[in-house]
Every structure is written in C-alpha cells, then in structure tokens.
C-alpha cells in the first residue's frame, strides 16, 4: 500500500524558514486532497493547509495565511509545505494526510517531522 514520509522539520529561529516535503513510497497520491496537520503539546491535531488534486487549489487556516505556502510536484510524487515567518507557536509535530474524497476523513496518515520555533 506504501507509505507517506514526512521530511525537512527541524529547529529555527523565530522568523525563520522552512520546507516540509511528504513524499509517497509505493504509492501513486490519489483522491480528494492532501493535507498537513499539525498537533502541538497539550492540543488537539489541527489541519493547517489543503490543495485538491483536481485544480490544485488550496486553503489555510487562518493562524498561517500569508506565512505558509502548500504545493504539490506531480513528478515527484511530492507535497510541500513553505513556512515562513515562523512563530514560537508554530512548534509542533507536522503530519500530512490524504483524503480520498470530500465526505471522507482523512486516511493515509505520515510519522510526523517535528518543527520547532526558538524565540
């Protein structure tokens, strides 16, 4: 079935940058959308941005607009997510997730690249 893996977490300072990559091992990315999550200490898992397979379009959460950027390189059978401008608050464990269609959750889940912001 293959798996997806997460990559390009790390440590930043506050104002910093980074770029997660989900790559697909196995497994051709299909169905609705992709999706990165997050989940911080002591929260709940929060959906962080969107793009849809079929136009590409996207959508953030509110805390990220402006600051993170999501895309998709069919060739590679990869998905990023840009961040930029980080905060303390954007530490947190980064998962991506397929969504095979609209009424369905997500169900294809990566291990998670951890992201943390020095103040």
């Known amino acids: 079935q293959g798996q997806l893996v997460e990559s390009g977490g790390g440590l930043v300072q506050a104002g910093g940058s980074l770029r997660l990559s989900c790559a697909a091992s196995g497994r051709t990315f299909s169905g609705y959308a992709m999706g990165w999550f997050r989940q911080a200490p002591w929260k709940e898992r929060e959906l962080v941005a969107r793009i849809k397979w079929s136009d590409g379009s996207t959508w953030y959460t509110d805390s990220v607009k402006g600051r993170f950027t999501i895309s998709r390189d069919n060739a590679k059978n990869t998905v990023y997510l840009q961040m930029n401008s980080l905060e303390p608050e954007d530490t947190a464990v980064y998962y991506c997730?397929?969504?095979?269609?609209?009424?369905?959750?997500?169900?294809?889940w990566g291990q998670g690249t951890q992201v943390t912001v020095s103040s």
């Open positions: 997730a397929t969504k095979p269609s609209l009424l369905v959750a997500y169900d294809y």
